[in-house]
Protein backbone atom coordinates (compact mmCIF):
# COMPACT_ATOMS: atom_id res chain seq x y z
CA UNK A 1 0.00 0.00 0.00
CA UNK A 2 0.86 3.02 -0.84
CA UNK A 3 1.46 6.43 1.56
CA UNK A 4 -1.42 8.17 -0.11
CA UNK A 5 -3.22 5.50 -0.51
CA UNK A 6 -2.94 4.13 3.59
CA UNK A 7 -3.52 8.05 3.95
CA UNK A 8 -6.96 8.06 1.78
CA UNK A 9 -7.65 4.65 3.53
CA UNK A 10 -7.51 6.91 7.35
CA UNK A 11 -9.52 9.17 5.83
CA UNK A 12 -12.54 7.28 4.57
CA UNK A 13 -12.74 5.44 8.23
CA UNK A 14 -12.52 9.01 10.04
CA UNK A 15 -15.05 10.03 7.90
CA UNK A 16 -17.03 6.49 8.42
CA UNK A 17 -17.04 6.99 12.34
CA UNK A 18 -18.09 10.79 12.00
CA UNK A 19 -20.83 10.14 10.18
CA UNK A 20 -22.10 7.87 13.09
CA UNK A 21 -22.82 10.94 14.64
CA UNK A 22 -26.05 11.20 12.62
CA UNK A 23 -27.56 8.63 14.86
CA UNK A 24 -27.43 10.72 17.73
CA UNK A 25 -28.99 14.13 15.96
CA UNK A 26 -32.94 13.80 17.12
CA UNK A 27 -35.27 15.31 14.81
CA UNK A 28 -38.65 16.42 16.17
CA UNK A 29 -41.32 13.87 14.42
CA UNK A 30 -42.12 10.40 16.05
CA UNK A 31 -41.99 7.44 13.95
CA UNK A 32 -45.44 6.10 12.49
CA UNK A 33 -45.51 3.70 15.64
CA UNK A 34 -45.81 6.92 17.85
CA UNK A 35 -42.68 4.92 19.79
CA UNK A 36 -40.61 7.64 19.77
CA UNK A 37 -38.80 10.65 17.82
CA UNK A 38 -36.99 9.87 14.75
CA UNK A 39 -33.15 10.36 14.04
CA UNK A 40 -31.43 12.19 11.11
CA UNK A 41 -29.80 8.80 10.55
CA UNK A 42 -33.34 6.79 10.00
CA UNK A 43 -34.21 9.73 8.27
CA UNK A 44 -31.52 9.67 5.78
CA UNK A 45 -32.03 6.05 5.15
CA UNK A 46 -35.49 5.89 4.65
CA UNK A 47 -35.43 8.60 2.62
CA UNK A 48 -32.58 6.01 0.36
CA UNK A 49 -35.43 3.46 0.71
CA UNK A 50 -38.21 6.03 -0.13
CA UNK A 51 -36.46 7.37 -3.58
CA UNK A 52 -35.85 3.71 -4.64
CA UNK A 53 -39.59 3.03 -4.33
CA UNK A 54 -40.91 6.16 -5.67
CA UNK A 55 -39.51 6.61 -8.11
CA UNK A 56 -41.72 5.11 -10.92
CA UNK A 57 -44.23 7.85 -9.89
CA UNK A 58 -41.61 10.86 -10.73
CA UNK A 59 -43.13 13.56 -12.89
CA UNK A 60 -39.47 13.60 -14.70
CA UNK A 61 -36.65 11.50 -15.77
CA UNK A 62 -34.14 10.95 -13.11
CA UNK A 63 -31.35 9.17 -12.53
CA UNK A 64 -32.12 6.89 -9.50
CA UNK A 65 -28.26 6.13 -8.46
CA UNK A 66 -27.38 9.91 -8.24
CA UNK A 67 -30.72 10.58 -6.22
CA UNK A 68 -29.84 7.77 -3.84
CA UNK A 69 -26.78 8.74 -2.81
CA UNK A 70 -28.35 12.57 -2.82
CA UNK A 71 -30.90 11.72 -0.25
CA UNK A 72 -28.44 9.33 2.01
CA UNK A 73 -25.88 12.37 1.66
CA UNK A 74 -28.31 15.27 2.20
CA UNK A 75 -28.75 15.76 5.94
CA UNK A 76 -25.10 14.69 6.86
CA UNK A 77 -24.48 18.31 7.67
CA UNK A 78 -26.52 18.31 10.93
CA UNK A 79 -23.74 16.17 12.67
CA UNK A 80 -22.64 20.15 13.63
CA UNK A 81 -25.59 21.88 12.21
CA UNK A 82 -28.20 20.05 14.16
CA UNK A 83 -31.69 19.55 12.75
CA UNK A 84 -33.51 22.99 12.06
CA UNK A 85 -36.76 22.02 12.57
CA UNK A 86 -39.48 22.63 9.69
CA UNK A 87 -41.32 25.28 10.81
CA UNK A 88 -39.64 26.45 13.49
CA UNK A 89 -40.69 30.29 14.53
CA UNK A 90 -37.43 31.01 15.91
CA UNK A 91 -36.02 33.69 13.05
CA UNK A 92 -32.34 33.43 14.55
CA UNK A 93 -32.10 30.12 14.02
CA UNK A 94 -33.36 30.15 10.39
CA UNK A 95 -31.46 33.32 10.01
CA UNK A 96 -28.30 30.89 10.69
CA UNK A 97 -29.61 27.76 9.12
CA UNK A 98 -27.15 28.23 5.63
CA UNK A 99 -24.06 29.10 7.35
CA UNK A 100 -24.24 27.09 9.85
CA UNK A 101 -25.05 23.87 7.23
CA UNK A 102 -22.20 25.49 5.00
CA UNK A 103 -19.70 25.56 8.07
CA UNK A 104 -20.54 22.07 8.39
CA UNK A 105 -20.46 20.47 4.86
CA UNK A 106 -17.12 21.93 4.61
CA UNK A 107 -15.77 20.46 7.90
CA UNK A 108 -17.45 16.63 7.05
CA UNK A 109 -16.48 16.40 3.60
CA UNK A 110 -13.32 17.69 3.87
CA UNK A 111 -12.46 14.80 6.35
CA UNK A 112 -12.81 12.79 3.11
CA UNK A 113 -9.93 12.19 0.58
CA UNK A 114 -10.13 15.08 -2.11
CA UNK A 115 -12.23 12.86 -4.90
CA UNK A 116 -14.86 11.64 -2.55
CA UNK A 117 -14.98 14.32 -0.55
CA UNK A 118 -15.99 16.63 -3.39
CA UNK A 119 -18.63 13.99 -4.85
CA UNK A 120 -19.87 14.41 -1.73
CA UNK A 121 -19.93 17.99 -1.59
CA UNK A 122 -21.18 18.26 -5.32
CA UNK A 123 -24.73 15.98 -4.33
CA UNK A 124 -25.02 18.11 -1.20
CA UNK A 125 -24.50 21.58 -3.26
CA UNK A 126 -27.16 20.13 -5.99
CA UNK A 127 -29.57 19.04 -3.44
CA UNK A 128 -29.26 22.80 -1.94
CA UNK A 129 -30.02 24.55 -5.08
CA UNK A 130 -32.80 22.29 -6.49
CA UNK A 131 -31.62 22.41 -9.58
CA UNK A 132 -31.62 19.30 -11.62
CA UNK A 133 -34.82 16.73 -11.69
CA UNK A 134 -32.76 14.77 -9.46
CA UNK A 135 -32.55 17.40 -6.70
CA UNK A 136 -36.15 18.64 -6.96
CA UNK A 137 -37.34 14.40 -7.03
CA UNK A 138 -35.40 14.37 -3.86
CA UNK A 139 -36.57 17.41 -2.28
CA UNK A 140 -40.01 16.35 -3.01
CA UNK A 141 -39.52 12.87 -0.87
CA UNK A 142 -37.50 14.69 1.37
CA UNK A 143 -40.98 16.70 2.33
CA UNK A 144 -42.76 13.19 1.75
CA UNK A 145 -41.15 11.54 4.33
CA UNK A 146 -42.06 13.53 7.02
CA UNK A 147 -45.48 14.04 6.50
CA UNK A 148 -46.30 10.83 6.28
CA UNK A 149 -44.77 9.70 9.36
CA UNK A 150 -46.67 12.65 11.16
CA UNK A 151 -50.18 11.24 9.60
CA UNK A 152 -49.54 7.85 10.08
CA UNK A 153 -48.36 8.64 13.70
CA UNK A 154 -51.81 10.90 14.50
CA UNK A 155 -49.94 14.77 14.30
CA UNK A 156 -48.46 14.52 17.58
CA UNK A 157 -45.57 17.00 16.67
CA UNK A 158 -48.08 18.91 14.84
CA UNK A 159 -50.11 19.89 17.63
CA UNK A 160 -47.13 19.94 19.98
CA UNK A 161 -46.34 22.79 17.90
CA UNK A 162 -49.94 24.14 16.69
CA UNK A 163 -49.14 23.18 13.08
CA UNK A 164 -51.95 23.24 11.24
CA UNK A 165 -53.42 20.76 7.84
CA UNK A 166 -52.77 24.37 5.85
CA UNK A 167 -49.83 25.09 7.04
CA UNK A 168 -48.53 21.52 6.10
CA UNK A 169 -50.09 21.51 2.87
CA UNK A 170 -48.63 25.11 2.36
CA UNK A 171 -44.43 24.16 3.03
CA UNK A 172 -44.90 20.57 1.21
CA UNK A 173 -47.11 21.14 -1.37
CA UNK A 174 -45.26 22.96 -3.91
CA UNK A 175 -42.71 20.50 -3.63
CA UNK A 176 -43.90 17.45 -3.20
CA UNK A 177 -47.25 17.58 -6.25
CA UNK A 178 -44.89 18.72 -8.78
CA UNK A 179 -42.95 16.00 -8.50
CA UNK A 180 -44.73 13.24 -7.42
CA UNK A 181 -48.23 14.20 -8.56
CA UNK A 182 -49.83 11.05 -8.11
CA UNK A 183 -48.09 10.63 -4.83
CA UNK A 184 -49.63 14.10 -3.39
CA UNK A 185 -52.55 12.82 -4.05
CA UNK A 186 -52.89 9.64 -1.81
CA UNK A 187 -50.98 12.09 1.06
CA UNK A 188 -53.23 14.56 0.72
CA UNK A 189 -56.22 12.25 0.87
CA UNK A 190 -54.44 10.77 3.86
CA UNK A 191 -54.19 14.41 5.44
CA UNK A 192 -57.35 14.79 4.99
CA UNK A 193 -58.75 11.89 6.83
CA UNK A 194 -56.69 12.68 10.28
CA UNK A 195 -57.99 16.26 9.58
CA UNK A 196 -61.42 15.17 9.75
CA UNK A 197 -60.70 12.73 12.56
CA UNK A 198 -59.33 15.00 14.33
CA UNK A 199 -55.43 14.44 15.08
CA UNK A 200 -54.50 17.16 13.17
CA UNK A 201 -56.16 20.90 13.40
CA UNK A 202 -57.68 22.91 10.29
CA UNK A 203 -56.53 26.56 11.06
Not at 42 to 62: D, N, Q, T, V, Y
Not at 118 to 135: C, H, S
Not at 173 to 191: D, F
Request: hydrophobic residues 45%; charged residues 25%; contains cysteine.
Amino acid sequence: MSDSQAIDVAATLQFFLEVDNLKSVERRNFLATGARRENTAEHSWHLGIAAMIMAPFASEPIDLGTAVCMALVHDIVEIDAGDTFAYSNSEAELASKEAREQAAADRLFGLLPPAMGQRFRDLWDEYERGDTPEARFVMAVDRMAPMLLNTAEGGSTWREFGITRDRVIARNGPHIEPALPAVWVQALAMLDAATAAGKIAIE
